[in-house]
């Protein structure tokens, strides 16, 4: 049974500094076993918005923060990744969250945790040591976890959000991470919609490959050969094939529908390729009015942002 305890999450965070000079700068510590995801959480939060540090000392821990709230832009998210190979991290917390509340700064705990059994056999698949082994009495695994559960159990105790993922999938864990620090709404989808020429080979990024060579060619039309589908003619002469909009609007659909399956499943990045013969026509045309489609205000569905790219267009 997956166990998720925050029984502290509730808890009202410290109050801002009301000085002019107060850094407005929320921080969340990251800590946990080794082997339990603290590296997954790490990637969630940066998509996330959030600035991650890796085991920075505690005594600039505050000055990281001064320097956030006065860069550009400035960093209002900071997490900061703790871990026992940190010299400075031997699971007194104060030692971090302490300067933090005297500035006034917002700051929670995030604490992973997972089973023996599953820290083991998570071990076992990377082929790598856990960092309190060799300090262990009998030089195991299982006392190095012991060691390591033994040594952070106070940090878990004073957590803001104790996560166990012993039944998590990466995936799961992503929608927890996503509930708790991305304000209940999935990062978000970055979209690209590249056209290409067949002859040129296909992208190898691609995440979904269309084929529009369906479509007639404006090249063998002499007065449209020369341009391209970013200019009016060439694009009103493919949109207006027969097949062309049922086709355009039946992509649409298909992307959004993948997209969304993507945003649940963690991924932030999707390629969408569009390929004619050459890649000049067809392929932009199609791709420049995908594009549109998809980043219009009333449908744009699971996709937050989308950019257009035509890899071919220019070259002979």
Known sequence: MTRVDNTNAENPAPERGSGATRPQVEVVV??????????????????????VTDNLPPELIG????????????????????????????????????????LGVPTGVLFLEASDDVLIRRFGFARRRHPLQSESADGTLSAGIAAERLRLAAVRDAADLVIDTTELSIHQLHRKLEE???????????????????????????DMVLDVRFLPNPHWIPELREHTG???????????????????????????????????EGKRYMTVAVGCTGGRHRSVAIAEALAALTSSAEESGAVDTVRVVHRDLGRE
Not at 181 to 205: C, E, M, N, R, W
Not at 238 to 250: C, F, I, Q, S, W
């Open 30 to 51: 990251v800590t946990g076993l080794s082997g339990a995801g603290r590296g997954t959480a790490a990637r969630v939060l940066e998509d996330l918005g959030w600035y």
């Open 63 to 102: 000055r990281m923060v001064e320097l956030g709230a006065s860069a550009e832009p400035p960093i209002r998210k900071l997490a900061l990744v703790m871990d026992v190979r940190s010299r400075f991290f031997t699971g007194d917390l104060g030692v971090v969250t302490e300067p933090l509340h005297a």
């Open 180 to 206: 708790a620090y991305g304000g209940g709404t999935p990062a978000a989808l970055q979209l690209t919609v590249q056209s290409f020429g067949f002859k040129h080979g296909v992208p190898l990024d691609a």
């Open 230 to 264: 970013q200019e009016r003619m060439v694009r009103d002469y493919v949109l207006g094939r027969p097949g062309a909009d049922d086709y355009l609007r039946t992509c649409h659909h298909l992307v959004n529908l993948t997209a969304n399956g993507y945003r649940q």
